[in-house]
C-alpha cells in the first residue's frame, strides 16, 4: 500500500482532538502576537529614530528571513526527532528578543533583537504544524485553518497595538508584551506535554515507520509541483508584505491620514484574512485545494489592481475583499504540500508558511529601497500586479493527480 494511503486511512481512523487544535492555534496566536509587533512599530521607529523606508524594510527582512530560512531547518530536524519543547523554547526566545526590541537605542540593536524573535518564530511554527496534523484525524483542512487563524489574528492585531499602545507609549510600550509571552510559554508546556504522550504510546513512532518508508526517490512532477508552489506562494507573500509593511504609509501620504487613521484601514485588510484563512479550509476540503489556491489569487487581481486608484471611501470594502479572498489560501497550501510530501510533514510545513515570511522579507527590502528612490504610491501600483501570477496554478496537478501520484 502506497504511504499517502497508509497515512490517509491513519488519520480517518483517529478522531479530531478539537481540544488540542483550539490549544495550538491559541499558542499560535501568542507567537505571531509577538511577532506582529516588529511592523506595529515602524511609524514609531521612522520618527523617533528617524529610520528611512530601507531601514524599516531591512528591519522586517531580519525578522521574516531569519524565521523562514530556519523553519525548514527545525522542520526537518523535528521530522527525524520529534522535539515537543521545542513549542515553549521558541517563545522564550521571542520573549529575549522582545526585550532587546523594547530597550534598544538604535538600528542595529533593533536587528539583533528582531533576529531572536525570527528565530523563536522559526522554533514554534513547524513543530505548531505538526500538532495540528497530529490532532486533525480526517479533517486537515479544518485542522490546518484553526491552527492558522490563531497566528493570522495574532498577526491582524498589529494596527491595534500601533494605534492604542505604542503612540501613547512609543517604544517602551513593546516591554508590555513579555506578559503575553509568559503566557504563551506557560500554555506551550501543556501541549508539549500531550505532544510527548503521543510519541509515548507510539504515535509518532508509527508516523517514523511511515515516513521510512517514503524514503526513496521523490516523483519529478512532485518536485515541479513543489517548485510551482513555493513561486505562488512568493506572489502571495510579496503583495501582503507590501500591504502590511507599507500600506499604512500610503494612506499617510497620498490620503492625508494620521498614523492611528491609517491602523484601521490595515486591520480591516488583516481581520478578513483572519477570516479568509478560517473558511478557507473547510471551503478547500469541499471545493479542491488547487481550486481554492487559483480562486484566492486570481479572485482577488481585479481588486488589487483597482485600490491604488479608488477614493478613500472604496478602500476599507475592497480591503476587506482582498483580505478575504487572497487570504483563503494561507492554510490550504500548506496542507496541498503536506499531501505533495507526507512523508516530510515538519519540513515543507517549515518550508510553506516560513517561505510566506521569507519572500515577504525580501520583498519588503525592494519595496523600501523602490519607495525610498520613487515613491510610496509606485509601490502599491507594482504589488497590485502580483496575485495575476495566480493563473500559474492552473499548472499544478489536481488533487486527484497528487492522490495518483503518491501511489506510484
Known sequence: MAVAAKQNSQNVGLN??????????????????????????????????????????????????????????????????????????????????????????????????????????AV????????????????????????????????????????????????????????????????????????????????QNTKKKVSSIASGPINPKIKMAMVLLVFIVFARSWYSAGITNFYQFYLIDDYGLSIKQAQIFVFIFMIAGVIGTFLGGPLADRFGKRNLILFSLVGAAPFTLLLPHVPIYLVIPMFFLIGFIITSSFSVTVVYAQELLPQKIGMVSGLIVGLAFGMGAIGAVLYGKLADIYSIKFVMNFCSYLPLLGLLTFLLPSDERVRELQEK
Not at 506582529?36 to 531580519?62: D, N, R
Open 124 to 203: 514554534f511554527h513547524p513543530e505548531g504544524s505538526r500538532v495540528a496534523y497530529m490532532a486533525a484525524g480526517g479533517k486537515r483542512g479544518l485542522a490546518q485553518s484553526i491552527y492558522q487563524v490563531g497566528g493570522n489574528f495574532g498577526q491582524s492585531l498589529a494596527p491595534v497595538f500601533t494605534a492604542f499602545i505604542f503612540v501613547p507609549f512609543g517604544q517602551k510600550g513593546i516591554l508590555s508584551f513579555t506578559l503575553v509571552a509568559l503566557m504563551g510559554i506557560i500554555l506551550l508546556l501543556f501541549v508539549s506535554k500531550w505532544y510527548q504522550q503521543q510519541i509515548a504510546i507510539g504515535i
Open 16 to 121: 479530531t482532538i478539537y481540544g488540542v487544535l483550539f490549544t495550538i492555534s491559541l499558542g499560535h496566536f501568542f507567537n505571531d502576537s509577538l511577532q506582529a509587533v516588529v511592523p506595529a512599530m515602524f511609524p514609531i521607529l521612522e520618527k523617533t529614530l528617524s529610520l528611512s523606508y530601507s531601514q524599516i524594510g531591512w528591519i522586517a527582512f531580519v525578522v521574516n528571513m531569519t524565521s523562514s530560512v530556519m523553519q525548514p531547518v527545525f522542520g526537518y530536524y523535528s521530522d527525524k526527532r520529534p522535539s515537543p519543547f521545542l513549542l515553549p523554547l521558541g517563545m522564550f526566545m521571542s520573549m529575549i528578543g522582545l526585550i532587546g526590541f523594547g530597550l534598544s537605542p538604535n538600528f542595529y540593536i533593533i536587528l539583533c533583537s528582531v533576529f531572536f524573535i525570527g528565530i523563536g518564530s
